[in-house]
């Protein structure tokens, strides 16, 4: 749970409302319509957050845990069409070999959904048995799981589409899967360390946004308008 008064969240807020702007810009908001919508209720959900103030000694309210409870499942099922429109997206630019690949995309998916549940056990352990932080690591979890899935699909697919694809990596929308997967990817680790403790929780979320923000900026110079035609086979 990000705290919404420092600046490392304020840059990561003006970086993800520049590349939703971005996108609706250059008109490849209609290419990429559930990643513009992310970003756009990414950005809605910070907005609404300033509105809670934190105490003098730096605690948040617990209107904004309940805010932040309420609201982190919804970008949650957004993540999770944003990488399936990425990746239908770059595949379908190969339809002819879309049907023949389509077990081992399959193959991958299982392999990224049992890889990822390994360390579940470990983070259950560490479940606090006051009620509200136990959901909140639930959430925290869940957040893990599903990024982790994601990436590590990702990640399977892009190494896939580059062994079967000549001039694969002229694609744009190959970088934009790669980029989406390491953009899932911190949110894994991160979340991991939360759940398991290591190090304070101000501590990870600002190298997470940092980071987050990087993986932003760098997706602002790889989305262009001229984007490059789809690789050979």
Same mark, same amino acid.
């Given at each position: ?6 600046? *490392? ?7 993800? !409302? ?16 559930? !990643? ?30 309940? *805010? ?58 560490? !479940? ?9 690591? *639930? ?13 590590? *699909? ?80």
């Amino acid at each position: 749970m990000s705290d919404p008064t420092n600046l *490392f969240w304020y840059s990561s807020v003006a970086v993800q !409302f520049l590349l939703c702007a971005h996108l609706v810009w250059t008109k490849l908001a209609k290419r990429h319509p559930i !990643f513009t919508l992310y970003l756009g209720c990414s950005v809605l959900r910070s907005l609404v957050a300033v509105h809670y103030t934190a105490a003098s000694n730096g605690a948040l309210p617990l209107s904004y845990t309940y *805010f932040w409870l309420w609201s982190e499942p919804v970008l949650q099922l957004l993540q999770i069409a944003v990488a399936l429109e990425v990746h239908a997206g770059m595949w379908k630019e190969q339809e002819a070999i879309v049907r023949p690949a389509r077990p081992l995309l399959f193959s991958a998916l299982l392999t990224a959904i049992v890889f990822a549940a390994f360390p579940l056990k470990y983070e259950i352990s560490h !479940f606090s048995p006051i009620r509200l932080q136990a959901i909140m690591q *639930f959430e925290f979890l869940t957040k893990r799981y599903i990024s982790s899935v994601l990436c590590i *699909f990702l990640v399977l697919s892009a190494v896939l589409y580059l062994a079967i694809i000549r001039n694969s990596l002229k694609s744009s929308l190959l970088r934009h899967e790669s980029m989406l997967a390491a953009y899932f990817g911190i949110y894994a680790i991160a979340s991991f360390a939360i759940n398991m403790g290591w190090g304070a929780t101000p501590l990870v979320n600002h190298y997470t946004l940092s980071a987050a923000t990087l993986c932003l900026v760098i997706w602002i110079s790889i989305l262009k308008p001229a984007e490059s035609q789809p690789a050979s086979l």
